[in-house]
């Protein structure tokens, strides 16, 4: 699960810098949509690559279930 996590997180942060980089090239309209979206994704993708308690919780799940 750590290799699809930082995939995730990478990709999403690459795209978000992108978005945010390119409106500044923009008209004010284009840069609006752009910041929109970019500035959301950059955030959530920075979440995803330092969010290391999802992974402490699905190895819980695991022990359990070799319990049963």
């Known amino acids: 699960m ?13 795209i978000g810098l992108i978005l945010v980089i390119t409106s500044v090239f923009t008209s004010w309209i284009a840069r609006l949509v752009l910041l929109m979206y970019g500035i959301p994704a950059l ?15 699905e190895q819980i799940k695991k022990i359990k279930k070799n319990k049963n």
């Not at 750590?2 to 690459?14: A, F, H, K, P």
């Open 43 to 57: 955030i959530l993708g920075i979440f995803i690559l330092f969010n290391k308690k999802e992974d402490e919780i």
């Open 2 to 14: 750590d290799t699809s996590r930082i995939l995730v997180g990478m990709l999403l942060t690459l």
